[in-house]
């Protein structure tokens, strides 16, 4: 008699009217006291070094890398830390040449560039 060493995995699909219930801050697993996670801390946990060489290594159109570039620029924008963007980084969300980071960031982007670019007073003779 062969046994068979695979083990078989069922996948169970979630239904149109299926209800999943989602533990707030404050209880652990399955509601166990002593096994409390941080459900609520997100991106503020990240320091805004590490955000700042995400969103400034603008190589690359890997999806993934988009992505990610995208929710942290989107934090950055959330914090009101755009201003700490690299003026040549700034450049590239702002051209978006192959339509990658959206008309929100590429907007942003133009702003902060906008505020940085000085201005000619007019001299009146």
Sequence with gaps: MAWNDEKKTETKRMGPGKVVE?????????????????????MEMLEPDF????????KGDDKNDVAMRKLVFNELIRR????????????VYT??????YGKDIQCEAMKKLTDRTPRKSKESD
């Design 95 to 100: 051209i978006d040449e192959r339509n990658l």
């Design 51 to 58: 955000l700042l060489s995400v969103v400034e290594h603008t």
């Design 80 to 91: 009101e830390q755009v201003d700490t963007i690299d003026s040549s980084a700034l450049k």
């Design 22 to 42: 989602v533990r707030g801050p404050g209880k652990g697993a399955a509601g166990v006291p002593g096994t409390d996670r941080d459900l609520g801390s997100g």
